[in-house]
């Protein structure tokens, strides 16, 4: 009995200490981690909407729709150029989150993946341009359907659909409240 005791304090000390070095870690790399992710979030921006040079998050209410977890507006010297919707969607290996750009002209200008759980090799592969680039260009009047606007990629059709999906989760937001807002 008294060995169980010994062992279950040493193990409480060990786990505490564990705990305060993890907590420790976590404080350090957080600000880096933070800074990292607007990095990549600009830069998303700016491949997305190159004639944008400034973003700014959008009024409009979203809360209707659970899968749009932001909106920026881009504008050009004080005149919008577009939006730019970050969305999820549910692929095969879990949710992905993109970010989709649509110019005032109605033109989906562009998708980047910011994060997923795809399967390496297969559905990782709509972060590639082969797949991605399909998008670019394609009015946004209507929503886009795999096999018809969008050819799937090989063995990772609910990957195509599910980021096809989030590119139509905006068109379908942009058509119903910011189509003509400019």
Request: proline share 3%.
């Amino acid at each position: 009995m008294k060995e169980n005791l010994k062992l279950g304090i040493k193990l409480l000390i060990i786990a505490g200490v564990a705990g305060l070095l993890l907590g420790f870690a976590y404080q350090i790399t957080k600000g880096p981690i933070e800074a990292k992710a607007k990095e990549e979030q600009a830069l998303a921006m700016k491949e997305l909407l190159p004639s944008a040079d400034d973003f700014n998050k959008s009024e409009k209410d979203y809360s209707s729709d659970k899968n749009i977890d932001s909106i920026y507006e881009g504008n050009k010297s004080g005149k919008l150029s577009g939006y730019l919707f970050t969305v999820k969607s549910s692929g095969y290996g879990g949710p992905i989150t993109m970010m989709v750009g649509i110019s005032t002209e109605g033109k989906v200008e562009g998708v980047k993946i910011l994060a997923h759980t795809e399967t390496p090799g297969l559905g990782s592969n709509a972060e590639k341009p082969k797949f991605k680039d399909q998008f670019k260009g394609k009015p946004a009047l209507k929503e886009l359907a795999v096999g018809t606007d969008i050819q799937a990629m090989t063995g990772s059709t609910i990957t195509s659909k599910a980021v096809t999906n989030g590119v139509n989760t905006a068109i379908k937001f942009y058509n119903a409240q910011l189509k003509g807002a400019k």
